[in-house]
C-alpha cells in the first residue's frame, strides 16, 4: 500500500523508461495498426530513434517467428499471435529490467517453447525477470528466486531450490530390475507402480535407517535402475502451504 521504488540507485522516474520493459497480463495493442507499424511505434517511446525502431523490430518479429505478419493488423491475428507481439513491444527495447504477468496466457505448447527458450536467453544475457505466474512448472524452470503469495500475504519466499530442500521429507523413490520385498524395520512402502520401461517403481519412507540400510536390504534381493530422495515439485508445496 505504501512505499518507495528505487532503481539504479534512484528513485523510480520517467528517465528509467528506457530501461524497463513491461508485460501486461492483459493485452494493450492498437487493433487498427499494424504489426511493423506497432512495433516502431513502442519502440520510439522507449527512446530509440527510427532506424533502431525499424532493425529492432525486424529482428524480433524473426526471432518470434512473426515475420510473415508484419503487415497484417493486430486484429486479423490470433490471440497467440496478438501475444507474442505484446512480448516483443516488452522486450523491443532491450531492457535490464521486464515484468512479466502471466506471460504464457494464451500459448499453444510449441509457442510456450520458444517463449520459454527466448525468456532463458534473455536472463542468462543479464536480464533481471520479475514474473507474475500460477503455472507452477514455470516457475520451477525459469526462476532462481520465488515468492508465493495467498490472499495478499507473502507466504514464502527463498531461492527455489532452497525452498525444494526445506519441503523434503524421508521419502524415497526406487526403481529395482526385479521386485522386490521391504521387510525391513524402518521401510515403509507407500505405493508400488510399474515404469513404462516395466520396472517395478516404488515409493518408501524411511524411518529411523539410512538410505544406505535400505540400499543394503535392496542389493540383496535386485539391482538397483535407480534411487532417488523424493523431492516435492513446487506445485506440491503450493498446495502445502495454502492448504
Given at each position: ?5 528505487i532503481?539504479?540507485g ?7 523508461i528506457k530501461?524497463?520493459?513491461y508485460?501486461?497480463e492483459?493485452r ?8 511493423m507499424?506497432?512495433?516502431e ?9 527510427d532506424?533502431?525502431?525499424t532493425?529492432?523490430a ?5 526471432k518470434m517467428k512473426?515475420?510473415?505478419v508484419?503487415?497484417?493488423k493486430i486484429?486479423?491475428l490470433?490471440k497467440g499471435?496478438q ?6 513491444v ?5 531492457p535490464e ?6 506471460p504464457?496466457?494464451?500459448f499453444?505448447?510449441v ?5 520459454t527458450?527466448?525468456?532463458l ?5 543479464g536480464?533481471t525477470?520479475i514474473?507474475s505466474?500460477h503455472r507452477?512448472?514455470s ?14 500475504e507473502?507466504i514464502?519466499?527463498g531461492k527455489?531450490t532452497?525452498?525444494k530442500?526445506q519441503f523434503r521429507s524421508?521419502k524415497y523413490?526406487?526403481?529395482?530390475e526385479?521386485?522386490?520385498n521391504f521387510n525391513?524395520?524402518g521401510?515403509e ?17 524411511l524411518s529411523g ?9 535392496l542389493?540383496?534381493?535386485?539391482e538397483i535402475v535407480s534411487?532417488s ?6 506445485h ?6 495454502v492448504s
Open positions: 500500500d505504501e512505499g518507495e521504488i532503481f539504479k534512484e528513485k523510480l522516474n520517467n528517465s528509467h530501461y524497463i520493459g508485460l501486461p492483459e494493450g495493442l492498437y487493433k487498427k495498426i499494424k504489426v507499424r506497432q512495433l511505434y513502442f519502440a520510439r517511446l522507449r527512446g530509440l530513434n532506424k533502431q525502431a532493425e529492432r525486424k529482428f524480433w518479429l524473426e512473426l515475420y510473415d508484419r503487415h497484417k486484429e486479423e490470433s499471435m501475444q507474442k507481439i505484446q512480448f516483443i516488452a522486450v523491443i527495447n532491450n529490467l521486464l515484468i512479466l504477468d502471466e504464457f496466457s494464451g499453444d505448447p509457442n510456450a517453447e520458444l517463449l527458450e527466448v525468456i536467453e534473455l536472463k542468462n544475457n536480464t525477470i514474473f505466474t507452477m512448472e516457475v520451477e524452470q525459469l526462476c532462481d528466486y520465488m515468492a508465493l503469495i495467498n490472499l495478499s507473502k514464502l519466499d527455489v532452497d525452498i530442500q524421508d523413490v526406487v526403481v529395482t526385479k521386485p522386490v525391513l524395520s521401510i512402502l507407500l505405493n508400488e507402480s510399474t515404469t513404462d520401461s516395466g520396472y517395478p517403481n516404488y515409493q518408501i519412507k535407517i539410512t538410505s544406505n540400510d535400505c540400499l543394503k536390504h542389493l540383496n534381493q535386485s534411487f530422495r523424493y523431492m516435492p515439485s513446487i506440491d508445496i503450493f498446495i502445502q502451504s
